[in-house]
């Protein structure tokens, strides 16, 4: 691999018991812990990046004789693949790392919100989850994990809409505050993390703040996996030291030919060629879930941005004006320039338009729409028109 | 990105449906679905609960005639 970009090897690696760094880590001092996890600098990995440390600790803080911890596995931003690998290679870790936040926080429930999609992962993953169920109870630790089935709606990666689906309503998210920490499930303290996020806070309980601290940047600690896809040689899943440069990435990863990148797929932002170098892959320059899609000069990005605003209209739970008009305006106008009926003046109404989505929408959905409306308007924008 | 399109075309050939229809003999409902998880191996689909990935023409179609075989 190109020297600039650091493979590691936390995530996958196989030569240790997840059980047994779980059996350690909860004869620990919680607070101490949980410091050792604010130290880390462990960000939530789904792509919100909330600092994992702190939301344990606010839910631990929270006063309830019920609490809850919930692994997100709705995997479903376009280009994310990594916590179907993760689920498919090292599922032991993700359920102790569940365990071990049930232990800090003092939940005795966790769940597994999976995406329908992967439902034929759902046998081997309850086999796993049985015998850790046993295997939590030997250690003396009053906590066991069940799975819940999503239903194919990406909005359900929000962690409000996901407690909806779970309490079999709607999957509509709610409004924040109050954040799941102080009342989530049933409206009880939750725990809601990302599969990798999971995984990475048992390793931190195995290696320590400090080793993981020593990777990444002062943002971005640590390393990630990435799923690559697209025009490139090496499609796949890739645990990465965080605050690359997006150059060398593409350097290690691109046909030869790369002319952009989406970076944090559907929801993310589209890097032209001439940004390459100016970016870092992180949360001080772009953060991603993991989604990382290269184009190369044979694509068109009006058909990528069409795809994504296509994508954005179907999956938006419709319930906030912003968003449920915004996407199809936004639609609607991109082919109303393409097609000669708006002039292509119009696409500055509709950049406004995505702008005011950002800050009026009820969730992240409607929010993130102008990252990549934007980003593939400004750099592509001979090919939006004609 | 990786030929979804000629898939496509080749499930209608052989089901003799268009996207949104479901075949003479109720056994194939085709639909088009967003990301299912398999982007490094596109294209992909999902039968009933099974995923099939990497997909070609000659491959979907014996997929395809596995099923009606059974």
């Known amino acids: ?386 | 990105m990786k030929g979804k399109d000629e898939i496509m075309e080749t499930i209608q050939d052989i089901l003799h449906i268009k996207v949104g229809e479901t075949s003479h003999d109720n056994m194939f409902t085709l639909l088009e679905t967003n990301d299912i998880g398999w982007s490094d191996k596109e294209p992909s689909m999902l039968i009933n609960n099974k995923a099939y990935t990497e997909l070609t023409s000659e491959k979907v179609t014996e997929i395809i005639k596995s099923y009606l075989n059974k």
């Open chain 1, 1 to 386: 691999m190109n020297e600039k970009i650091k493979k590691v090897d936390y995530i996958f690696s196989k030569d240790c018991d997840s059980k047994d760094i779980l059996a350690k880590a909860i004869k620990r001092d919680k607070d101490d812990f949980i410091q050792e996890l604010i130290n880390s600098g462990l960000r939530g990995r789904g792509g919100a990046g909330f600092p994992t440390g702190l939301k344990w600790k606010y839910a631990k803080d929270s006063q309830s004789d019920e609490k809850y911890v919930i692994c997100n596995a709705d995997e479903g931003e376009p280009g994310t693949f990594k916590d179907r690998v993760i689920l498919q290679e090292v599922p032991c870790k993700v359920f102790a790392g569940m365990a071990l936040c049930g232990h800090i926080i003092g939940a005795k429930k966790g769940y597994v919100y999976l995406r329908w999609e992967y439902v034929s992962m759902k046998e081997d993953l309850q086999n796993k989850i049985d015998e850790m169920n046993i295997e939590f109870k030997s250690i003396n630790l009053d906590f066991s994990i069940e799975i819940r089935m999503g239903s194919g709606a990406y909005v359900c990666g929000e962690e409000t809409a996901l407690i909806e689906s779970m309490e079999g309503k709607r999957g509509e998210p709610r409004n924040k505050p109050p954040f799941p920490a102080a009342s989530g499930f049933k409206n009880k303290p939750t725990i809601i993390n990302n599969v990798e996020t999971l995984t990475y806070a048992l390793m931190i309980a195995r290696i320590g703040a400090s080793e993981f601290k020593a990777l990444g940047t002062e943002d971005s600690a640590g390393s990630k996996v990435f799923s690559v896809s697209g025009d490139t040689d090496k499609p796949g899943v890739y645990e990465l030291e965080l605050g690359m440069k997006l150059s060398d990435f593409v350097d290690e990863f691109g046909d030869g030919d790369t002319k952009a990148v989406q970076v944090g797929g559907a929801s993310g932002f589209c890097v032209p060629r001439r940004k390459f170098n100016d970016t870092i892959i992180g949360f001080e320059g772009i953060p991603t879930g993991g989604s990382m899609m290269l184009f190369n000069s044979h694509r068109s990005m009006y058909k990528v941005l069409h795809n994504y605003l296509d994508f954005f209209n179907e999956e938006s739970c419709a319930e906030c004006t912003p968003c449920r008009v915004g996407c199809q305006q936004l639609i609607k106008g991109i082919e109303a320039v393409k097609s000669g009926q708006k002039a292509p003046r119009y696409l500055d109404e509709l950049v406004k338009l995505s702008e005011t989505m950002q800050i009026a929408s009820k969730c992240g959905l409607g929010q993130s729409v102008s990252n990549a409306f934007k980003s593939i308007v400004d750099e592509f924008k001979e090919e939006i028109m004609y």
